[in-house]
């Protein structure tokens, strides 16, 4: 694939992650193996209450395809086919849900130096149609989505947006939800926190005059140890500790707390990740 914008979908998105990723309230295991024939198997189990649910997912590459099968305790069946570089530059993914038949959908992707394209499709009698463009370089990149519901004749949504990307440092601005909320996202990794990072996340619906404002930061302990912690303005706080047991296999700890009712029971999670 070329250097270039990226797509519309990753604007913000390293801020995001850094205020969501690993942040669990569930206990979580996950088991990854690999047989001799090359393909890979991912188990997970979750605990949430009194509630237990699991996935098995096996993947198989060949060449330029990924195939990929999961299923879960509901009886559910996912398949994933995925081609890149078939053509050159472009990338196309085609999934399906059983026995849901009508959750087939198939996507395109195109990367340019200058420019990339999506573009999917629901595999039913009355498609929604999702498109997005981004044009710029991977410093900063201008971009738009929208889904489009053939069943209605009708735009489902459309955001718009701008991205700024340096080494030490990422901005986004995207208008969402038809011009009725605005979001705002800022990451900057700084070497006081020994290659961790800040940052600051708004979001503002102007229907409804609410504001969110969240902070976070990322600490490096060591190289096999991470802390982060987070806040917003409604009191919600979240932290964790994820350590590298060995490489590639973690332990996560996290905690959410409600500083301003706090006699509220705290939700505690762990998750649990271990790779051959």
């Given at each position: 694939m070329s250097k270039g914008p990226g797509l519309f979908s990753d604007f913000g998105k390293k801020a995001r992650d850094s205020l969501t990723k690993d942040y669990i309230s569930d206990q979580k295991i996950t088991i990854s193996t690999l047989s001799e024939s090359g393909v890979a198997l991912n188990s997970n189990l979750v605990k949430k209450g009194s509630l237990s649910s699991g996935d098995v997912t096996a993947q198989f590459k060949h060449k330029k395809a990924v195939f990929d099968v999961k299923l879960d305790t509901e009886s559910n069946i996912l398949t994933t086919l995925t081609i890149t570089d078939f053509p050159t530059s472009t990338k196309a993914v085609a999934s399906i849900r059983l026995p849901d038949?009508?959750?087939?959908?198939?996507?395109?992707?195109?990367?340019?130096?200058?420019?990339?394209?999506?573009?999917?499709?629901?595999?039913?009698?009355?498609?929604?149609?999702?498109l997005s463009a981004a044009i710029g370089t991977p410093g900063i990149a201008f971009g738009a989505e929208a889904t489009y519901v053939t069943a209605s004749g009708e735009f489902m949504k459309y955001n718009t947006g701008v991205s700024l990307t340096k080494p030490e440092s990422s901005a986004s601005v995207i208008l969402a939800d038809k011009g009725d909320s605005i979001r705002v996202s800022y990451l900057h990794h700084l070497n006081q926190l020994r290659g961790g990072a800040v940052v600051g996340d708004i979001s503002r619906r102007f229907s409804t005059n609410e504001n969110t404002l969240t902070v976070g930061c990322s600490y490096i302990v060591d190289p096999q140890t991470v802390l982060k912690a987070k806040l917003n303005n409604h009191g919600s706080l979240g932290a964790l500790l994820q350590h590298e047991l060995r490489p590639k296999s973690f332990l996560t700890v996290s905690g959410a707390f409600d500083t301003k009712d706090l006699q509220k029971t705290p939700k505690f999670g762990m998750a649990l990740s271990l790779k051959p």
């Open positions: 038949y009508n959750s087939g959908k198939l996507e395109v992707q195109y990367f340019h130096e200058h420019a990339s394209f999506t573009a999917a499709v629901g595999l039913n009698k009355s498609p929604a149609l999702d």
